[in-house]
């Protein structure tokens, strides 16, 4: 900017307006005196007219009247005659009356002009905001990471962001220009046609398409197209976002396949459950039978030809009994473990204390005239399936009493032992005769036994027994013993 | 003198059939004891057809039914007898070497009148039959139309 410039737009805006009136009315006036004093008559009018057409040109409405005054008294003054008096004849109003007219023309003309100038301005301006918003808007579209581009109705690519460059590797300037579906070799999930009229009726389109990068791998994206319509409602361009869902597709693929194996897993499972349970019913049924036959006979033949024997031969018959009868038991014992498996639980709030009370009922028979010292302390109420919990508490106490007979005074102490991650520990202690922790891994095992047939009787089944009725209840169940003073077995059920 | 009621043994197993017999004679209660070796044989008799047309056509006081039993099995049996209006006052007994609950739930559902699952043990399988003769054959006064000696 220059310093002249800067010194004139200082000035304020409405004292340059009428300066511009009176200065171009005052230049006016000392050129048609020059002129007069040199004898040219007749043009003192147009110059002034012309000092009014300048100002209201440039300084509008205001500045125009003011110019128009100091234009008629000027000229009155100096120009009509009486020379140098303001005294006005009829002979000048028509000077006056002309002034007025032009001067009206001029403004009015001006009007015109500084209205048309202004809607200029401001379509430039619009156009401008316009011109700056698509840019930013088209700045954002490249922002994201999603693919985009728009592409014509003749499918030719006339945008392609910056998303698109990083999926498919081409750049905007070696896309836009090419046809979307030669340069990314489309495969449509539906015929193009039918596809073009969904988007044609309702403005919209939404699938999966596969397409090719430019490094010549395939991509599978979920495609959603918009189409744009001028303003009388033509089809003119449809825009494309998408996202790439080949990993998500490979993803639910994989999680289809293993479902699909889960199922043949569970499907396989079952047949097999289905076998055991067959199995277990058949053993039910058939094995007995013999054992009932062995049994009977032996006994019939025990009974009419017991005098025919001698002594060994009758042992052999008692022995054949006795097989026979522990071979029933050790059948009926491995049907109501697999049972426990089989079996549906139902679950119900339980009062362990109550339980244990009816345990040591059932186990009362052994227990009689022995003089067993039972501590039982308070006891936790559980959720889980009464019959079940008490089979496995009676297994348990059946044991410590079992195992203690030994001793000339039994105890059996019964509590709980504080909690375990949720779950409340109880435990059964005896004074018996324990056990090698060395083999506390076969303890829970179907048919393990720590103690000989001759010292302590029993098929090796209730702790398997104990073991997966806890299990099945989302507990644990370990112990701990100590040869000669005793055995602790702990069971940790989850808290109700 | 009491009176006898017949009783119809439906068991396939001879040696089963033998010391049932043996028990049941210890008691006298043999001699009404008529025994078919399959379902269909015992329908057959039931319904006095086949081998048993000739015979008079009452119903045996008591039914002994084991549940495994080729051709027509125990619970079909105990399906038709159940169904006949003739059959269905039939008292019927299952015995079995089952202590499958599924078993005991169907043969209830069907309307059996008592469910005995034979014992391994000699003197408690001898018990359980001679009860089962006793109350059947000679205590319960069976429906009308059943075959009973004096």
Known sequence: MTPAKTLLSSIPLPVRRYGLAIVSVALALVVDLFLFR????????????????????YAGVGPSILALVLSTTAFNYYFTE??????ITRADLPYYTVFVLFAVVIAWFSAVRRRVERNLQESRDRLQQEVATTTQQAELLNLTHDPIFVRDMQGVITYWNHGAEELYGW??????????????????????????????RSGRWEG????TKANGTAVLVSSRWSLQRDGQGRPIAILESENDITDRKRREQDIRGLNDQLTRRSADLEATNKELEAFAYSISHDLRAPLRHMVGFTELLQ?????????????????????????????????????IGRAETRDTMVSLEQLVKEAQNEVSQETDGRNVTW?????????????????ALVNLISNAVKFSRTRPQPEIEIGTAGDRNGAVVVFIKDNGVGFDMKYVDKLFGVFQRLHRASEFEGTGIGLATVQRIIHRHGGKVWAEAQVGTGATFYLSLPKP | MTTIGRILLVEDDPKDTELTMTALEEYNLGNEVVIAGDGEEALDYLYCRGPFEERSGENPAVLLLDLKLPKVDGLQVLATIKADDKLKMIPVVVLTSSREERDMVASYKLGVNAYVVKPVDFHEFVNAIKELGVFWAIINEPPPGSIRKK
């Open chain 1, 82 to 87: 009486p020379y140098d008096s303001f005294y």
């Open chain 1, 375 to 391: 501590k039982i302390g308070p006891l936790p109420h559980l959720y889980g399936d009464r019959s079940m919990l008490k089979l």
């Open chain 1, 208 to 211: 999966e398409l596969e397409k």
């Open chain 1, 38 to 57: 040199q004898s040219f008559q007749g043009v003192e009018f147009p110059i002034f007219l012309i000092a009014i057409a300048i100002t209201s040109w």
């Open chain 1, 171 to 200: 750049t905007p300037a070696q896309a836009v220009g090419r046809r979307t579906d030669e340069l990314m070799r489309t495969v449509f999930p539906a015929p193009f046609e039918q596809i073009q009229t969904e988007l044609l």
């Open chain 1, 303 to 339: 009974k009419n030809a017991s005098s025919l024997l001698d002594e060994k031969g009758r042992r052999y018959m008692m022995t054949i009994l006795e097989s026979a009868k522990r071979m029933g038991t050790l059948i009926d014992d491995l049907l109501s473990f697999s049972r």
